[in-house]
């Protein structure tokens, strides 16, 4: 219903928006099509009157399997797409933060990369019991721009930050929310989730979208303090010889 491709499959539930990342063949991995989507579809959604509350969900077994190898490749050669990439990732980071519509995300699978990322983002957070998050950026030698290291140090103890930034560990869903990641582990997070969203737009619509915009703004600042360098930092660690051996490396299996 929005202008976003196919990979992004956006439908009208009355007052809520039920959105899913739609390339289940590859478990929702991020292509070209899916980052730029992203990109477009937080403006839509918060230009969208009719919307008052927003669920996110993944096609399929997996909430997103992070970056698409292919697509990883390509950015590693062509400065023009790794250009407009690290532009999107910023837009899509800010996006999320200022959208005045709450999403509440049913993590139904493994949530990686930019997956976790948008779970970071949301502003509820349901995950299924089998599911868990990583941020595996720096094990394929890059920076997480966009990913957990912007926004976990809010959520957890920077140590723990550190160390699941550092080493790309899985975090499995009773672990993420002991720490604060995810709000709730359920057999049905979809259910849950809309459960809760059909929650929000009951709500009175001013003080749920003020709320939204007061409690952000901490969230925005933080972001904002350090996105700059971040993508900075990523654009340059596509160049490295440690991301084209990985890549190369991980791409190389894949076919096989």
């Not at 509820?124 to 966009?146: C, E, T």
Request: glycine share 8%; hydrophobic share 45%; aromatic share 6%.
């Amino acid at each position: 219903m929005y202008d976003l491709p196919a990979e992004i499959d956006v439908r009208a539930e009355g007052a809520l928006r039920i959105i899913t990342l739609n390339r289940p063949d590859n478990l929702n991995a991020v292509n070209d099509a899916l980052h730029t989507g992203l990109a477009k579809l937080w403006p839509q959604l918060s230009e969208d009157r009719e919307a008052r509350a927003a669920v996110l969900t993944g096609a399929g077994k997996a909430f997103s399997a992070g970056g698409d190898f292919t697509y990883l490749a390509e950015l590693g050669r062509d400065t023009d797409l790794r250009s407009k990439t690290i532009a999107h990732g910023r837009e899509i980071v800010l996006g999320m933060t200022r959208c005045r519509v709450p999403v509440v995300t049913a993590v139904n699978g493994p949530a990686v990369g930019l997956g976790c990322s948008l779970v970071a983002l949301s502003d509820i957070v349901y995950i299924a019991p089998d599911a868990y998050l990583a941020d595996p950026h720096v094990q394929v030698g890059l920076v997480a721009a966009d990913g957990g290291p912007l926004t976990w140090p809010l959520q957890i103890s920077l140590l723990l930050a550190k160390e699941y930034a550092l080493t790309g560990a899985r975090i499995g869903a009773e672990r993420a929310r002991e720490l604060g990641l995810v709000n709730h582990v359920a057999d049905d997070p979809f259910a849950e989730a809309l459960v809760c969203a059909k929650r929000i737009a009951e709500q009175p619509r001013q003080a749920v979208e003020a709320t939204k915009r007061l409690l952000n703004i901490h969230l925005e600042r933080a972001v904002l303090a350090s996105l700059d360098y971040a993508t900075a930092a990523e654009y340059q660690s596509f160049e490295t010889e440690d991301f084209q051996r990985t890549i190369a490396k991980l791409t190389a299996a894949k076919k096989n």
